[in-house]
């Protein structure tokens, strides 16, 4: 199911190893799996003999299982289960395309020898019962999707049973809705300490994460308080895409005063890891703006329409360039990153005046010492982040990620050690605009030493998208996508062009000029922006500084080109829609350039060039350049 949420999360897996995020394990050679080193027998059941095959409800995890542990297509039985040896069974759907119907059948789990584990993750359809995990042993990551988790009997979630096992980091515990800032019954923070059970379970685990984090994604959902989580100690927490309806907590708004100038102020609500208020958002819906400003964490809105009932606050950042959403880091090393779709309720009527307590008999009120007037008292009363000067961050020494592409042809596999039958994905060698994106969540070495990058695809318009697993880092295969030192001078690329901003973030609430394929222009400094770094022109206006977009230097682009032979004008890139055919010596006016099927990248991108009324082959056997 190719739904964002995957690509959100899997973004966290973008900032540290809890990167891991919703992903694969790391699977070390040096130690031997208990189950392989002190072989168990185990007392099968009475009502199943080892040639029994296990009922599943749902054929499709049937089939996931069947994989797990390598039948070759058969039916699992009770007897693979019970005599198992090997590393631990994956029951993972890295394509996103299963949603669990029932869970019936992962209940013959429980018969794995000792030692053995399994690692999870798939969809789960709304209302399906958890009862079959009950007892099944994890030794790898718990990764769920499910939407309408609220008031979920979590008996069976509290009963899984979680495992050592030295083998097998970076883990993490993934429980997620599927739908990204929508999921309005999901979890809410009464229901997150409903399941400290299990949390406990997997954050006393002595081996789970290289940097010492206990990794938990706890994504689109509707969690307001993170602050629970520091119980247990350094933590990564990733809980984006959160739906939160505020609508308990009322903000007057008096209509004989109101006019379009009117600011209303909505103070941040959620609640960071120590208990600090967190804000993420730039966007505001139902007022003329479609934008807000921020008052340390409070948000100020103005230009409301009359008699709206809501106001409605998002991220600043999208599913496009959730990348650049900025993490909260700690001075312990713990990482908490989470934004949401607030809903803040309106009330037009004068705001009531709270009654004053009387005085005791015998006692007179006390005049304050420092008194302080009332806009102070009211910024008073929603603590402000510290200042910069006055408290910088303290950034831990953990891995950073990054994003690189890829310059040469090469696979994703599922494991540092390549081996073909584990290839999970196919990138041609591309044309610079067109190169493979990824982001580092993670880095190893194979079985044979040979350095590995753990990576997610962010090429949000292909169907490899979101997929997780290992490439090489040879830097004769990959570099890093974004500029890292200012050029001089750099020549737009894009066949879209670039926008340039007044501020470094680059939302679409502040661009001022369109610079065309083609454009030459000035660098005068560079600004680096979480795991991306902007230019700064010399009109102070900041555009990308990604290497797909632009390139470094002057570029001199064709502006004619002659016909070397017959040549047909396409209506696109990819050469559909026959429009015109011209003959061989024939002068042809160049407008750009643009790549064929630019989202399908298993298979490489001819060039092509733009020409008045559409688009013409770059065959140097078909057209030549002759200015």
């Given at each position: 199911m190719a739904t964002p949420v995957h690509y959100q999360h899997l973004f966290w897996a973008s900032l540290t190893t809890l990167t891991l995020l919703c992903g694969m394990p790391v699977i070390f050679p040096s130690p031997v799996l208990a189950a392989e080193t002190h072989p168990t027998v185990t007392v099968p059941s009475p009502s199943h003999a080892d040639q029994d095959p296990v009922a599943f409800a749902d054929p499709n995890l049937e089939v996931l299982v069947a994989k797990a542990f390598n039948t070759g297509g058969r039916p699992v039985t009770y007897g693979d289960i019970r005599h198992y040896r090997g590393v631990q069974p994956d029951i993972s759907d890295y394509t996103n395309s299963l949603v669990a119907t029932s869970l019936a059948g992962l209940e013959s789990l429980r018969e794995l020898p000792t030692g053995i584990g399994v690692t999870i993750q798939f969809d789960v359809a709304k209302h399906v019962s958890w009862a079959p995990l009950a007892g099944v042993p994890v030794s790898g990551s718990l990764t769920v999707f499910q939407d309408g988790m609220h008031n979920t009997d979590f008996t069976a979630l509290n009963q899984i049973n979680i495992l050592e096992d030295p083998s097998t980091f970076p883990r993490q515990l993934c429980l997620t809705g599927i739908s990204g800032y929508t999921n309005y019954a999901g979890l809410t923070d009464a229901d997150i300490h409903l399941l400290d059970p299990l949390l406990s379970k997997f954050s006393s685990l002595k081996y789970h994460n290289q940097d010492g984090r206990t990794n938990l994604t706890i994504s689109n959902q509707r969690v307001t308080d993170?602050?629970?989580?520091?119980?247990?100690?350094?933590?990564?927490?990733?809980?984006?895409?959160?739906?939160?309806?505020?609508?308990?907590?009322?903000?007057?708004?008096?209509?004989?005063?109101?006019?379009?100038?009117?600011?209303?102020?909505?103070?941040?609500?959620?609640?960071?890891?120590?208990?600090?208020?967190?804000?993420?958002?730039?966007?505001?819906?139902?007022?003329?703006s479609k934008t807000l400003t921020l008052d340390g964490t409070d948000a100020l809105v103005s230009g409301i329409y009359p008699k709206t009932k809501w106001l409605i606050i998002m991220p600043k950042h999208t599913y496009a360039n959730y990348s650049e959403a900025a993490p909260i880091d700690y001075p312990d090393g713990s990482i908490l990153l989470t934004d949401s779709l607030q809903y803040y309720r309106l009330k037009w009527a004068k705001a009531p005046v709270p009654a004053k307590p009387s005085p005791k008999p015998g006692f007179a009120p006390k005049s304050p010492v420092n008194?302080?007037?009332?806009?102070?008292?009211?910024?008073?009363?929603?603590?402000?982040?510290?200042?910069?000067?006055?408290?910088?961050?303290?950034?831990?020494?953990?891995?950073?990620?990054?994003?690189?592409?890829?310059?040469?042809?090469?696979y994703l596999y599922?494991?540092?050690?390549?081996?073909?039958?584990?290839?999970?994905?196919?990138?041609?060698?591309?044309?610079?605009?067109?190169?493979?994106?990824?982001?580092?969540?993670?880095?190893?070495?194979?079985?044979?030493?040979?350095?590995?990058?753990?990576?997610?695809?962010?090429?949000?318009?292909?169907?490899?998208?979101?997929?997780?697993?290992?490439?090489?880092?040879?830097?004769?295969?990959?570099?890093?996508?974004?500029?890292?030192?200012?050029?001089?001078?750099?020549?737009?690329?894009?066949?879209?062009?670039?926008?340039?901003?007044?501020?470094?973030h680059l939302t679409t609430a502040n661009p001022v000029t369109h610079y065309a394929q083609g454009s030459v222009l000035k660098v005068v400094a560079i600004q680096h922006r979480h795991l991306?770094?902007?230019?700064?022109?010399?009109?102070?206006?900041?555009?990308?500084?990604?290497?797909?977009?632009?390139?470094?230097?002057?570029?001199?682009?064709?502006?004619?080109?002659?016909?070397?032979?017959?040549?047909?004008?396409?209506?696109?890139?990819?050469?559909?829609?026959?429009?015109?055919?011209?003959?061989?010596?024939?002068?042809?006016?160049?407008?750009?350039?643009a790549y064929a099927h630019p989202h399908d990248l298993s298979q490489p991108s001819p060039r092509r060039y733009r020409v008045p009324g559409g688009y013409v082959t770059a065959n140097p056997r078909a057209v030549r350049v002759i200015d």
């Open positions: 993170f602050s629970y989580f520091r119980k247990f100690g350094k933590v990564n927490v990733l809980g984006i895409g959160q739906y939160v309806d505020f609508k308990q907590k009322v903000t007057y708004i008096d209509p004989a005063t109101f006019t379009s100038d009117t600011t209303v102020r909505l103070p941040a609500r959620v609640k960071g890891l120590d208990g600090e208020p967190v804000q993420n958002s730039l966007k505001v819906y139902n007022n003329i008194p302080i007037s009332t806009a102070h008292a009211n910024t008073a009363s929603h603590p402000q982040p510290p200042r910069k000067e006055a408290a910088a961050k303290q950034h831990p020494q953990h891995f950073q990620p990054r994003v690189v592409y890829a310059l040469k042809s090469l599922r494991h540092a050690t390549f081996r073909v039958k584990e290839r999970q994905a196919r990138y041609a060698q591309q044309p610079r605009a067109n190169r493979p994106l990824f982001i580092i969540i993670g880095e190893t070495k194979s079985h044979a030493g040979r350095r590995r990058y753990r990576v997610r695809d962010i090429n949000h318009e292909s169907r490899t998208d979101g997929q997780m697993g290992y490439i090489t880092a040879s830097t004769g295969y990959v570099t890093a996508a974004y500029y890292r030192t200012a050029p001089r001078q750099i020549t737009v690329i894009d066949p879209a062009g670039v926008d340039a901003h007044t501020q470094p991306t770094t902007r230019l700064q022109l010399t009109n102070g206006t900041y555009i990308t500084a990604n290497r797909q977009l632009i390139r470094a230097g002057k570029l001199v682009s064709p502006t004619h080109i002659q016909t070397k032979t017959r040549v047909t004008r396409y209506g696109t890139a990819n050469l559909t829609e026959r429009r015109q055919t011209y003959r061989p010596d024939q002068r042809l006016r160049v407008l750009g350039w």
